[in-house]
């Protein structure tokens, strides 16, 4: 019996990509392991016990493991899905490690030289420990190449898969547009950009712009809103934080158009969940937007008002001519995470 334990520390932040990616991904590798030749082992946050379901085998994690962790001697592969990690296998060489990278934003955020050398120097720490290394795009790929030495080991491309959207739904608190409106989602900090779609309401007031997701910079959040005042389109704007799945469905199927202007991304999960339900989708030209995006997205290749007023006027008319809704969903549905658990797996059984 092959054992395997799938990191999942990073689900003890909810409502964040890297929790989506830890259940989705996880609950699709159960379905790949062959029974009775492959097990896995969720390691945990105390919050996420059960997440995978009751009678599964689950390791619980706390902060004192940074130093120790738990003895690992019946396990054959630990899986770290988390480029930077404190949660690697050090003192057991004999367990071989398979380390996710989602991205090196570090170097497209605005960070002093000296924390970019202290990420950098924690990611390779983690490279150097590692047997197979993945990535979440090639874009990502190219950029461990040229800035981590993989010492030849092999670097794999494996694609995200698209959220599975729950049933469409607002609650009796939930905020329910008044106008057609632009749908934006993800945590609330610089590198999202959010603050330049306000341009696009000062000339389309016939439009509210919705922005979900959790505030993690509130200086940020401030000068969204005290842009939005200068520009007089307050009134137009709602930032929710946090939306439950069922909300976020709806405001995904119900939206006129969804915008991510992000400048730094390893993939994008909203973009693959926006497609797929067959949404307009416009994205900013930067990291690996244009991966994913492809040719079914339409793309802000910079952020002055009047560019990106054409971007959209242009693109949503292509979207109804060409009547692109049928693609767009066929494009979103490409990215499985069926497909990506199967080849997660082979790199797993690679190692054995």
């Not at 130093?67 to 367990?95: C, G, M």
């Not at 990278?101 to 202290?118: P, Q, W």
């Amino acid at each position: 019996m092959k054992k395997i334990v799938f990191d999942c520390e990073r689900m003890k932040y909810a409502s964040t990509g890297l929790y989506h990616f830890s259940l989705n991904l996880g609950s699709a590798l159960m379905k790949k392991a062959i029974e009775g030749e492959e097990a896995l082992t969720f390691f945990v946050p105390p919050n996420a016990i059960g997440a995978f379901g009751k009678d599964l085998s689950y390791l619980k994690q706390h902060s004192l493991q940074k130093l120790y962790l738990p003895s690992l001697k019946e396990f054959d592969i630990w899986h770290a899905t988390y480029q930077s990690s404190d949660y690697v296998p050090r003192r057991n060489k004999k367990i071989k490690v398979v380390l996710s990278i989602h991205d090196l934003n570090f170097f497209y955020e605005n960070k002093s030289e000296k924390k970019r050398e202290k990420y950098l120097r924690h990611l390779q720490q983690n490279v150097d420990r590692s047997d197979a290394i993945i990535c979440i795009s090639d874009f990502c790929r190219q950029d461990v190449l040229q800035h981590c030495d993989t010492h030849g080991k092999p670097v794999h491309v494996i694609y995200n898969g698209t959220n599975s959207l729950k049933a469409p739904a607002l609650t009796q608190l939930s905020y329910k547009p008044k106008k057609p409106f632009l749908f934006s989602l993800g945590s609330i900090c610089r590198k999202k950009n959010f603050h330049v779609l306000l341009q696009l309401l000062t000339q389309n007031n016939g439009l509210e712009l919705i922005i979900a997701g959790r505030p993690d910079d509130l200086d940020y959040l401030e000068y969204i809103r005290q842009s939005a005042q200068q520009l007089k389109v307050a009134e137009y704007l709602r930032i929710l934080g946090p939306i439950n799945e069922h909300e976020k469905s709806w405001y995904y199927s119900n939206c006129y158009a969804f915008a991510f202007p992000s400048i730094a991304e390893g993939f994008g999960l909203p973009v693959a969940e926006a497609m797929s339900v067959g949404k307009p989708v416009f994205l900013s030209d930067k990291t690996a937007l244009p991966e994913i995006g492809r040719n079914m997205a339409f793309y802000f290749r910079d952020f002055s008002a009047d560019h990106m007023q054409n971007v959209f006027l242009s693109g949503m008319e292509e979207y109804i001519r060409n009547d692109m809704h049928t693609a767009i969903r066929e494009h979103g549905a490409s990215f499985s995470w069926d497909k990506a658990a199967g080849e997660y797996m082979e790199v797993y059984r690679s190692l054995y």
